[in-house]
């Protein structure tokens, strides 16, 4: 069913979109990505069968380098059918401590998490619309759940979500399916390369990566509820547990919250 299907999947180089990448092309799929490391770029080409994946270094919060990922996509392989919204930074800091460094650090997630989604919507959705076909938004549970240290991140994908739910409802008549998921804690670089309260990145992750879910399982149930068109995924039971608790016992999702990522006044996740 994947035989002619074009997938454009933004920052498909590492972690999540990167076992995106691979198992559409295993699927049959052809598939369009990008990321901003060469090196990246190389590897991931040297693991693909010849004219099924075309990889661009493109920056997702340059209008100009989504516009020509489209472009791409439609100029090699005639059109679009999913396009997944993977490409997203990380943050960790507190308002407090970052003071007004906190705030080209905000702008930066933004520009990426958000500006990157609406880019590429953007210039993808006529090709989208004639081939029927999905838009993905992979947000996180800090999309239902605003967590300390992560207020830029949070508000990106709560913005993702909000965007999406909104041009959901546009196109129920043209056949396109808009959906956003939700991967819990998932081992990835995301951690390492996020943004301390100065913008630099942290170079560390303050969790234990072997023990989260691995990206190739979080890939595997994206694809799965893409091809199912389901409206919303959350992934992990302590992803479902925040977006439930938070929904309906909102003072206690507060409390547990503070409680997982803080030991005595100090952000330690
Ligand atoms: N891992 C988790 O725990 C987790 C949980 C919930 C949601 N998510 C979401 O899942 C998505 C993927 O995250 P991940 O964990 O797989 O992260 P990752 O391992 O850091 O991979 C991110 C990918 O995006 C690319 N990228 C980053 N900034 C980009 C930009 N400006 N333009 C183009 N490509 C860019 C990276 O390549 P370059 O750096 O070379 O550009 C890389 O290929 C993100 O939206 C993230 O918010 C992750």
């Known amino acids: 069913m994947y035989t002619n299907k074009t997938i454009l999947i933004t920052g498909g180089t590492d972690g999540i979109g990167r076992s995106l990448v691979l198992q559409y092309l295993d699927l049959g799929a052809n598939v369009v990505t990008c990321g901003r490391d060469q090196q990246k770029i190389l590897a991931l080409e040297a693991e693909a069968p010849i004219g099924k994946l075309c990889v661009l270094n493109a920056d997702v919060s340059s209008e100009r380098d ?135 990145k942290q170079g560390e992750s303050p969790l234990k990566e072997s023990q989260l879910m691995d990206a190739d399982t979080c890939a595997k149930i994206i694809i799965d509820a893409v091809e199912k068109r389901k409206r919303t995924v959350v992934m992990t039971f302590q992803g479902k547990q925040t977006v439930f608790l938070n929904k309906f016992f909102p003072s206690l999702a507060d409390k547990l919250v503070r409680k997982f990522f803080f030991k005595n006044g100090n952000l330690v996740k």
């Open 66 to 200: 989504c516009e020509r990922s489209v472009s791409h996509a439609v100029k090699l392989f005639g059109g679009i059918d999913v396009l997944i919204n993977n490409a997203g930074i990380s943050m960790r800091g507190l308002m407090e401590e970052g003071g007004a460094g906190i705030v080209p650090v905000i702008k930066k997630v933004m520009d990426v998490n958000f500006n990157g989604v609406l880019y590429c919507t953007t210039y993808a959705l006529p090709y989208l619309i004639k081939s029927k076909g999905a838009i993905v938004g992979i947000s996180s549970i800090a999309g239902y759940r605003g967590l300390p240290g992560r207020s830029g991140y949070s508000a990106s994908k709560f913005a993702l979500q909000g965007f999406l739910e909104a041009i959901k409802t546009e196109l129920v008549e043209k056949g396109v399916h808009v959906m956003w998921v939700s991967p819990g804690f998932t081992a990835s670089n995301i951690r390492n390369v996020a943004l301390n309260h100065k913008g630099e």
